[in-house]
């Protein structure tokens, strides 16, 4: 009952945060620059993809025609269901390296906007930083986003043969475990404005790790419908900040 209840929690802070955001214009100038980014990775990512990247997998396939008329009964189907499989997997894989590559450069700017959203709705204010501490604070936010962006890119890697696998159930499982960790990386910002290591972020989690598990996979499910993630990287950035300050944070 109480997993459900935390789930549920973190469906809801997503939601909180689409909300916030969308009512308050002043926070919308951060997303301009990360905006353009998208669109400009966007549009590169999938001319690459249908350019180069998938007639590559197709040419992998058996041709029909090297096999004799009996057997090709057999092939002409497989080949269609795998060129199926590996269409929805391309598609999937570019997705997220976009989705990886746009949040990790976009991570400066939706620092500030979930800084200002700490200031106004949560009453925190982060001590002072000189100037070379802001220039190492802005290239440590881009580093952290990106390894944590890489491992949600590696866990999708490596769990998306489940979808066609194990049907439905795989799908559900895969968007569960890359979904948690996709979570993660939204809450890294909160998390850093208080300088917190990585053994004092471990301990935020303690108890709220199923909250982050609804947060994630709501914002990860949604990542399905195509291009969403560019309106919705920065939401979810709004909906992590709300999770952290109401759940995790313990001051």
């Known amino acids: 009952m109480k997993k459900s209840k935390d789930f549920s929690i973190g469906v809801s802070a997503l939601f909180k945060g689409f909300k916030l955001f969308l009512t308050k214009p002043r926070y919308w100038h951060y997303v301009l620059w990360p905006l353009l980014f998208s669109v400009i990775l966007y549009v590169l990512g999938f001319w690459l993809y249908f350019a180069y990247l998938h007639p590559l997998l197709i040419s992998l396939l058996p041709e029909p025609s090297e096999y004799s008329q009996w057997w090709r009964w057999a092939v002409y189907p497989l080949r269609w269901l795998v060129n199926i499989s590996v269409f929805l997997f391309g598609i999937m894989i570019t997705l997220l390296t976009v989705t990886t590559l746009y949040s ?13 959203i ?8 982060p001590p002072e930083l000189s100037g070379k501490q802001a220039v ?8 952290n986003a990106f390894i944590l962006n890489l491992k949600t890119l590696f866990w999708a890697i490596l769990l998306f043969p489940l979808s066609f696998l194990i049907p439905y159930v795989g799908t559900i499982i895969y968007s569960l475990v890359v979904g948690y960790f996709f979570g993660l990386s939204l809450l890294l910002y909160s998390a850093e404005h208080r300088a917190m290591n990585r053994t004092e972020f471990k301990q935020s989690l303690s108890g709220n790790r199923m909250k982050v598990l609804g947060f994630g996979a709501a914002a990860y499910f949604l ?13 979810a950035a709004a909906g992590g900040t ?7 944070d313990k001051h």
């Open 104 to 116: 990790t450069l976009a991570a400066p700017f939706f620092d500030r906007m979930t800084l200002n």
């Open 136 to 143: 190492y604070y802005f290239g440590s936010s881009i580093v």
């Open 242 to 248: 709300v999770l952290f300050n109401k759940e995790l």
């Open 223 to 235: 990542l399905y419908i195509p291009l969403l993630a560019i309106p919705l990287l920065p939401i």
């Open 118 to 125: 700490e200031k106004d709705c949560f009453a925190f204010v």
